[in-house]
């Protein structure tokens, strides 16, 4: 038996576990809600290129890693920042772990410009 103590350096890290223990891809919804065409459709566009299927005119569902997920908010935000208008944005996980976890964006995005004048 070993009854010395442990070295502290040896030890290991709170939240250490919390890494071999993550899940699979979780189930998800991708809600959003822009007024600039361009914009819905890359979003549109978006969501399908990471596996999700469409279940109403801007909304998707499907799985995906906490990496894969957080990289289509990311991607998603920075369509929306240039966006005219701006929107909405939301990913919405569905199951026990993931139930309290959303990303959520709600960004003016850049202002319409202004009319022409003249004839």
């Not at 701006?86 to 199951?95: A, D, E, K, L, P």
Request: charged share 35%.
């Amino acid at each position: 038996m070993n009854d010395r103590p442990r070295k502290p350096w040896k030890a290991e890290r709170p939240g250490a576990a919390l890494g071999r223990s993550e899940p699979g891809p979780a189930h998800l919804l991708a809600i959003f809600d822009v007024s600039d065409d361009r914009a819905r459709r890359k979003l549109t566009e978006l969501c399908k290129d990471y596996g999700l299927t469409r279940f109403q005119w801007s909304a998707f569902e499907g799985q995906l890693t906490r990496n894969r997920r957080e990289e289509l908010f990311d991607r998603g935000k920075r369509l929306l920042d240039d966006a005219v208008g701006g929107g909405r944005f939301f990913i919405v996980g569905i199951g026990a772990r993931e139930q309290a976890e959303s990303l959520r964006l709600d960004t003016p995005g850049r202002p319409a410009p202004a009319p022409k004048e003249g004839p």
